[in-house]
Structures are given as C-alpha cells and as structure tokens.
T-cell receptor, first 116, second 116 residues
Framework: GAVVSQHPSRVICKSGTSVKIECRSLDFQATTMFWYRQFPKQSLMLMATSNEGSKATYEQGVEKDKFLINHASLTLSTLTVTSAHPEDSSFYICSAVGLASRDTQYFGPGTRLTVL | AQKITQTQPGMFVQEKEAVTLDCTYDTSDPSYGLFWYKQPSSGEMIFLIYQGSYDQQNATEGRYSLNFQKARKSANLVISASQLGDSAMYFC?????????????FGQGTTLQVKP
C-alpha cells in the first residue's frame, strides 16, 4: 500500500504554545488529505478535509482558528494547533488519498500530543 | 442516526480459528465504498480491505474477506486462521458518493483479542 508519514510522532508542549504536525505522502501525490482526532479507546473523528492549493473544509464544531491546516503541495499537509491547552491533548492522525491510491485513504502513523 | 455501526465492543478468538467482525451501514447514496482498518496498540491505521457498492463479488485480501450483503446493508469482516498479531482494534468505515476523495465515516470499533 501507499506510504504516509507523520512528524513528529510524539510531542509534549506547554499550555499556550503552538504545535505544528506534518503529514507527507511519500510515494504518491495526494490530491486530498484528511485530519482526524482520536481519544483513547474511541473512534476517529474527522476534523477537516484539505485539498491541495485551496482552503480546508472543517467539520462542524472544529475551530478553524485553533486548528490551522495548510496543504501547500501534493505531498504535504500541515496541522498547527495554536495556543494549545490541555484539552487539546489527543492522538492526531492524517490520511491521504490520490489517483494512485485507488479509492483508499492511507493513514499516517499518528502524532500523540500532550499539552501540560 | 449512526451511519456505521459496529455492535461488538470486544471479541475473543482462539488462535488459528476464524472470526467475524460485524458492521452495518446506512446510506441512501447508491455509490459508496466500505473499508476495514486495523489499529494495533501503536496507533497506526492499517488498511485491510475495500468493497465498492457496485462490486459483484465479495472482496478478499489474503486471510481477510468481506462478507458484503447489500440488501441487509452489512459488511462483515472475516479473518481466517487468526494469529496472535491480529490482536488490535478494528474499524469499519464508509465513504459516500463516487470518486475517492470523499471523507470516511468510522464505526465505533471492535477490539479483537486472539488467545494462544
């Protein structure tokens, strides 16, 4: 299957700081990338859909100004958690889909964010 | 109403036996895709199998097969010859509409434990 990387895999930060998470499709061009959030032992919750070169589409209840998404190229999307607070602590995981991935979303390994 | 329902929060299976994980879905769109992902304790989401709504035959991928019953709106995952490494959380997901850029809706997940 296609390979998607995420960096960093784990981050601990102080409350009030901003954290940037990168999602890269390594062996295919991702026309669309998705960002999810997952709490322990729960399902994935879609936060936003990101298309290359255009603004992200956010799901209802997700703050656009808090979770900034940039899809600068066909292989890179970034999620920035601005002014992070302890309640933002979660597992963030991205996925990518493109013409070469044949209808399938391939996921990155996820980023575990802990805000102190 | 839930669009994807996984009614088994947890399942046990003896090593080398087969196990079926249930998934039912609800959509009025004639074109949709159904996916199964495995999430081990490391957190990564591993794509297992895909079934398109217009596919005539049930999808198979190695030890994984999808029992697609369109009239019943069910897409159960069958794992044959279970292995200890199959212990993980399993998610069923649906993409509505044609094309491969639609967002996925996930079920609640089923935790599978394989006993030696």
């Amino acid at each position: 299957g296609a390979v998607v990387s995420q960096h960093p895999s784990r981050v601990i930060c102080k409350s009030g700081t901003s954290v940037k998470i990168e999602c890269r499709s390594l062996d295919f061009q991702a026309t669309t990338m998705f960002w999810y959030r997952q709490f322990p032992k729960q399902s994935l919750m879609l936060m936003a859909t990101s298309n290359e070169g255009s603004k992200a589409t956010y799901e209802q209840g997700v703050e656009k100004d808090k979770f900034l998404i940039n899809h600068a190229s066909l292989t890179l999307s970034t999620l920035t958690v601005t002014s992070a607070h302890p309640e933002d602590s979660s597992f963030y995981i991205c996925s990518a889909v493109g013409l070469a991935s044949r209808d399938t979303q391939y996921f990155g390994p996820g980023t575990r964010l802990t805000v102190l | 109403a839930q669009k994807i329902t996984q009614t088994q929060p947890g399942m046990f299976v003896q090593e080398k036996e087969a196990v079926t994980l249930d998934c039912t879905y609800d959509t009025s769109d004639p074109s949709y895709g159904l996916f199964w992902y495995k999430q081990p304790s490391s957190g990564e989401m591993i794509f297992l199998i895909y079934q398109g709504s217009y596919d005539q035959q049930n999808a198979t991928e190695g030890r994984y097969s999808l029992n697609f019953q369109k009239a019943r709106k069910s897409a159960n995952l069958v794992i044959s010859a279970s292995q200890l490494g199959d212990s993980a959380m399993y998610f069923c997901a649906m993409r509505e509409g044609p094309g491969n850029t639609g967002k996925l809706i996930f079920g609640q997940g089923t935790t599978l434990q394989v006993k030696p």
